[in-house]
């Protein structure tokens, strides 16, 4: 544009500069003619002015066009002098931007990451030597193939077809591979692939810049695990201690985790998500944990508590909550194990919340542990069957429970296996101590009348003892009176160690005082010439006397049948 420019100047520059005298020649032929005739012919002086005007006007002109050609010239000389620094910039620019391409090159070449250009197809066009490195491929072996030489059988191809969706549509794709290199090894690498787009905004070609990041992998790793064994010798802990709040009391064994496996079923069945109910999980296993601060006379009494020990033993959700709040990964299950002892009409503890100030997994863990309690054993009382125990659920909708929860309660549990019954008798030494707080009279260390009453109650249904010996001592408050009640329990407990030793195989217990009752898987006969002969009773003029019960025709359950 700029030559042509200038040729049209120089054009323009002959013909302004040939003008003048093409016009003076003219006139000079117009005055040699006028000339001519003036001397043939007699003009006037008007005449001769008048013929004089070509000339005049022609000297005009010659001014005219020697001023346009200086004009011109100097129009040429700017544009030369434009040319000439025009010529000089786009040289500077050439020799500029070769400089900054040869710079570029070499970063790319000296980059410590992989590049990679591909056409819009997505072949491969340009490769720096970091990816031969990393990958073992060469350039020659690399160019025109695709990037997916590196896929490995880590990936199915949904990844592929995803990340080429997103390229193509003009985003940036951010990620990391696992592939493997021409020698067949694994390594990781992170990507950024981006689409280079022309002026139209078409994409023409993708870049990927990758960088090698198998060693920070496989130390991430490392250290998530690290981490996550770290979690689970914790929560093993906590579920230790769990374990030994439980086995403090046989009824409690497994309560937890039965209680968590019915809080997954009802979550599972109102559709919660897989990452809710492991939450729930969670905190039913570790719902009871707070019973290790309550007392064990309270924990273990089979018997109706007193207004105080009920107060000891809602102690129990507090600590729970006070343990596991103090732990930042355990927040959220101490939210929901605070309120498992809460009521759907506001009458639980210990916030007395009621209806959806509640959270639902709350609530749902409510349910699953009054069910638990409703079919499992316990000294003072049978456990219900599972319909009796959904029927129950259901009377108490709205009261105790949430009736959403209820309703998937129903579903959930109605076709459950129950557990083998917990049995509370005590099976080892350890569990006969325990038991013995509570059970054994602490005069004579045989079992007290509580523990006749439920023995005699559960023979109702497993029919596990064939008979019963009473034995009545006689005259045994005169002794007392004679020799004091020290003496007195001295002597009752020397007598019960007798029975002991005598029938072994029988349970023996001490009632009203004197009396004693012997309970018998067998049918056992007693030679009452024995206590005749006893030297503790003969010698303190004491007899006995006796009854015996066969369990296998009579129905005995109300301790007043053993009054003499």
Not at 232 to 238: I, R
Not at 430 to 456: G, W
Not at 486 to 501: P, R
Request: hydrophobic share 40%; aromatic share 12%.
């Amino acid at each position: 544009m700029i030559m042509k420019n200038i040729l049209a100047k120089c054009s323009k520059q002959y013909f302004l500069e040939l003008a003048p005298f093409i016009v003076l020649f003219s006139f000079l032929i117009i005055s040699l003619i006028f000339y001519i005739s003036l001397t043939k012919y007699d003009y006037t002086i008007i005449e001769i002015f008048l013929g004089s005007i070509p000339f005049i006007v022609a000297m005009f002109f010659i001014h005219f066009f020697q001023k346009q050609n200086q004009n011109l010239k100097e129009q040429l000389k700017i544009a030369n002098e434009t040319l000439n620094n025009n010529n000089s910039e786009l040289h500077n620019i050439v020799k500029s931007s070769k400089h900054e391409i040869s710079k570029l090159l070499q970063i790319l070449d000296k980059s410590p990451v992989s590049i990679i250009i591909t056409n819009k197809d997505g072949d491969i066009e340009y490769i720096n030597p970091w990816f031969e490195k990393i990958t073992g491929y060469s350039k020659k072996e690399a160019i025109g193939q695709n990037p997916r030489i590196l896929k490995s059988d880590f990936y199915d191809d949904e990844l592929y077809t995803q990340l080429w969706d997103e390229i193509t549509h003009k985003h940036v794709w951010n990620g990391k591979f696992k592939n493997i290199n021409k020698a067949g090894k694994e390594y990781w690498e992170s990507a950024i692939i981006a689409p280079i787009h022309n002026e139209d905004g078409n994409i023409e070609h993708f870049i990927a810049i990758k960088q090698e990041i198998t060693q920070q992998v496989y130390l991430e790793e490392k250290l998530i695990q690290e981490d996550k064994n770290k979690v689970e010798n914790f929560e093993k802990t906590l579920e230790s201690f769990v374990k030994m709040v439980e086995e403090r009391d046989t009824y409690t064994a497994g309560h937890s985790e039965r209680v968590a496996e019915y809080s997954l079923l009802i979550a599972k069945e109102m559709k919660f998500s897989q990452e809710e109910c492991s939450l729930l999980y969670r905190a039913a296993i570790l719902h009871d944990i707070g019973k290790i601060a309550t007392p064990d006379n309270v924990l273990l009494k089979p018997g109706k508590l007193s207004k105080l020990e009920y107060k000891l033993i809602q102690e129990h959700v507090s600590a729970s909550y006070q343990i596991l709040e103090r732990i930042p990964m355990y927040k959220d299950l101490a939210d929901i194990i605070i309120n498992h002892h809460e009521r759907y009409d506001g009458t639980g503890y210990p916030n007395s919340l009621k209806g959806d100030e509640i959270s639902i997994l709350s609530h749902i863990m409510i349910v699953a542990d009054a069910f638990d309690a409703m079919t499992t054993n316990r000294i003072y009382k049978g456990r219900k069957t599972i319909q009796e125990a959904i029927e129950e659920l259901k009377d108490l909708t709205n009261k105790q429970f949430h009736p959403l929860v209820v309703k998937s309660a129903v579903k959930a549990l109605s076709k459950i296996q129950l557990h083998e019954t917990v049995n509370q008798l005590p099976k080892t030494d350890l569990e006969k101590e325990r038991f013995s707080y509570f059970y054994r009279d602490q005069v004579t260390h045989v079992y007290n009348a509580d523990y006749l009453s439920y023995i005699l109650n559960k023979n109702l249904f497993d029919k596990e003892f064939k008979c019963i010996n009473r034995l009545y001592m006689h005259n045994f408050s005169k002794f007392n009176n004679k020799h004091g009640w020290a003496e007195g329990d001295k002597l009752l407990s020397q007598f019960a160690d007798y029975l002991i030793k005598q029938f072994p195989l029988a349970q023996i217990f001490r009632i009203y005082g004197d009396d004693f009752i012997l309970i018998h898987k067998e049918h056992t006969s007693i030679n009452m010439k024995q206590f005749k002969e006893l030297e503790i009773l003969s010698k303190n003029n004491l007899t006995i006397s006796h009854k015996h019960n066969d369990l296998g025709i009579e129905d005995i359950t109300d301790l007043e049948e053993f009054e003499y």
